[in-house]
């Protein structure tokens, strides 16, 4: 069974930054590509960011240039800083891993941890 366990996350201002992480077992870890995603109430779940095991790197273009992903194969775990925030970035933030080399699409993930919520206000 893997296990992926969120922490960080919270209430912030528009424009403030909140970062978090994203824990996972290590045999899970250092095989999986490794993505963000989040929801909203009534709307599907999206992608956010996703790092995979050679280091490739993308973003949804809405948080572009506001987000980072980052991993820590020493502690086996899976950052998103947020700065920039805006209130339209307020969703449930979920960790999630694949088996897959490169996909950012919900459906090609696997395994999912529970679940952060991020809330911005002004």
């Known amino acids: 069974q893997v296990h992926l366990l969120e922490s960080g996350g919270g209430s912030a201002q528009v424009w403030g930054s909140l970062r978090l992480s994203c824990a996972a077992d290590r045999s899970t870890f250092i095989n999986a590509l490794m993505g963000w995603f989040r929801q909203t109430p009534g709307k599907e779940r999206e992608f956010v960011a996703a790092?995979?095991?050679?280091?490739?790197?993308d973003y949804a273009d809405y948080v572009k240039g506001r987000f980072t992903i980052s991993r820590d194969y020493a502690k086996n775990t899976v950052y998103l800083q947020m700065t920039s925030l805006k209130p339209e970035d307020t969703a449930v933030y979920y960790c999630a891993a694949s088996a897959s080399a490169w996909d950012t699409r919900v459906e090609q993930y696997n395994y999912w941890g529970q679940g952060t919520q991020v809330t911005i206000s002004s």
């Open positions: 790092i995979g095991r050679t280091g490739r790197i």
